[in-house]
């Protein structure tokens, strides 16, 4: 199956630091989603790349995915207590199973 | 949140039950998944479907099925329920673009 490796585990940033959470894959994606989860809740859709080198923004959050379509990162800038959570990259592979990455889960001091 | 339901939302059972959890959607999407939430293991993919009664297995599928006899409705089954199976489940549709979660149904298996 599509392995896809989601770092750091765990962040814990004071609040009005940034934030970044990386995901690779071995082979070559077709794209990769990102979603944010809240505790105790479901996750939530954030953001698709499909683009090589593509970089979007919404706010405080830049979603880039790499060049050779094998890494995409999520960076915050400025965290607030409402960017707490946690942060997941997924993909499709040719077989439509849809994995997610292990989740990288953040935790703003205020 | 494309009118995904989970029931039940809780559910406490006995070793060597069995235990059926539904997913339901009002939309028709063709893609429905089944996963597991653990602490330290994101999101595993343990069945999904791509119609109606057709299904594969995703990386976590041992002890679980799944049957989809209707588009709206996609069940897992957990055929003799055992304390490792005691999780958090979450279903999930996807569209070409993004896939949308269910609330969730948390299971204890005691």
């Known amino acids: 199956g599509q392995q896809v490796m989601q770092i750091p585990q765990y962040q814990h940033v004071q609040e009005g630091e940034d934030f970044t959470t990386y995901c690779n894959s071995s082979?070559?994606?077709?794209?990769i989603q990102w979603y944010k989860q809240r505790p105790g809740g479901h996750p939530v859709f954030l953001i698709q790349?499909?683009?090589?080198?593509e970089v979007k923004k919404q706010k405080r959050l830049t979603f880039q995915f790499g060049e050779a379509k094998k890494n995409s990162s999520l960076h915050i800038t400025a965290t607030q207590t409402t960017d707490v959570g946690t942060y997941f990259c997924?993909?499709?592979?040719?077989?439509?199973?849809?994995?997610f990455g292990s989740g990288t889960k953040l935790n703003v001091k205020p | 949140d494309a009118g995904i339901t989970q029931s039940p939302r809780h559910k406490v059972t006995e070793t060597g039950t069995p235990v059926t959890l539904r997913c339901h959607q009002t939309?028709?999407?063709?893609?429905m998944y089944w996963y597991r939430q653990d602490p330290g293991h994101g999101l595993r993919l343990i069945h999904y479907?791509?119609?109606?009664?057709?299904?594969d297995k995703g990386e976590v599928s041992d002890g679980y099925s799944v049957s989809r006899s209707k588009t709206e409705d996609f069940l897992l089954t957990l055929e003799s329920a055992t304390s490792s199976q005691t999780s958090v489940y979450f279903c999930?549709?996807?569209?070409?673009?993004?896939?949308?979660f269910g609330q969730g149904t948390r299971l204890t298996v005691v």
């Open positions: 790349l499909v683009k090589s080198g």
């Open positions: 479907s791509y119609g109606v009664k057709d299904t």
């Open positions: 999930a549709i996807r569209t070409d673009t993004e896939a949308f």
């Open positions: 997924a993909v499709l592979d040719d077989f439509n199973k849809f994995y």
């Open positions: 939309e028709n999407h063709r893609y």
């Open positions: 082979t070559t994606l077709s794209n």
